[in-house]
């Protein structure tokens, strides 16, 4: 059986039309330095004009 965790990330504003993040990179290392293995996202809120705004971070390791 397989157990997942859930890791919200948010985009935050870089200048008036571009949302950015950085930091899936370093969690991500640090969900496999403990076994899991990063499964993909799922988009948590979405702005009106269609850009994400936040997601889940989605991983899993064999329990």
Known sequence: MKKYEY?????T???V???CTDKHREVINSYAENG???AGFVP???D???CMRKIDLIFEKED
């Open 7 to 11: 890791l919200e990330i948010d985009y």
């Open 13 to 15: 504003a870089k200048g």
């Open 17 to 19: 039309v571009f949302f």
């Open 36 to 38: 899991y293995r990063y």
């Open 44 to 46: 948590t809120e979405v």
């Open 48 to 50: 009106a004009k269609g």
